[in-house]
């Protein structure tokens, strides 16, 4: 079965840090991988995605991911981290390529940032 | 554009109360319809989703129900809330080809 693993329940990092947010998944076939936001009592917003192609994914608001199918892991990275970034950040993986809305989401990582 | 509107924000209710959290979607034609659970300290699970009118999926098994009356109307039932059932509930949709979910705001609910 599918499943998502971020290893890392809270990261704290100061302003203009860099950040890695790790995740790993478990899938047998190709996967459709994802990057979710979410703030305080909002719902999610997609920062990036991977489902084929440049192993490296740019997304909104400056943050990028890397595709190491070696690893299966899917590790979310900003050079410098911006107060704003702080919230709650979700990888997830679609059980199956006929709906890939059918999503299965790791446990999330909150990040704080420190002045 | 498409917006996806959901309510109520916050609800509390009590223990063997009914439940219906509405769901509804702008600017779009036969999307596909998906309610989240986000329970406290743990990531999101799907509940249900649909790719048309009436057609509802259950992707575990629960107290609740789903329901698609209309093309762009999604709605979370219950006939008697658990202690369980208390979570932040997202709806969410995408185009025909998923390839991207789209979350409402997310309805707050605490069972007393």
């Known amino acids: 079965a599918q499943s998502v693993t971020q290893p890392d329940i809270h990261i704290t990092v100061s302003e203009g840090a860099s950040l890695e947010l790790r995740c790993n998944y478990s899938y047998g076939a190709t996967p459709y991988l994802f990057w979710y936001v979410q703030s305080p009592g909002q719902g999610l917003q997609l920062l990036l995605k991977?489902?084929?192609?440049?192993?490296l994914v740019q997304g909104i608001k400056g943050f990028e991911a890397e595709f190491k199918r070696s690893q299966s892991s899917f590790n979310l990275r900003k050079p410098s981290v911006h107060w704003s970034d702080a919230a709650e950040y979700f990888c997830?993986?679609?059980?199956?390529?006929?709906?890939?809305?059918?999503?299965?989401f790791g446990q999330g990582t909150t990040l704080q940032v420190k002045p | 554009s498409q917006t996806i509107h959901q309510w109520p924000a916050t609800l509390v209710q009590p223990v063997g109360s009914p439940l219906s959290l509405e769901c509804t979607v702008e600017g779009t034609s036969n999307p596909n319809l998906y309610w989240y659970r986000q329970a406290a300290g743990r990531g999101l699970q799907l509940l249900f989703y649909?790719?048309?009118?009436?057609?509802i999926s259950s992707e575990v098994p629960q107290n609740l129900s789903a329901s698609r009356p209309q093309d762009r109307q999604f709605i979370l039932s219950s006939k008697k809330l658990l202690l369980s059932d208390s979570g932040f509930y997202l709806c969410?949709?995408?185009?025909?080809?998923?390839?991207?979910?789209?979350f409402g705001s997310g309805t707050q609910l605490s069972v007393l």
């Open positions: 649909s790719v048309g009118i009436g057609q």
């Open positions: 969410a949709w995408s185009p025909g080809h998923g390839e991207k979910l789209f």
């Open positions: 991977y489902f084929s192609g440049d192993t």
């Open positions: 997830a993986v679609a059980a199956g390529s006929s709906n890939t809305g059918k999503l299965i």
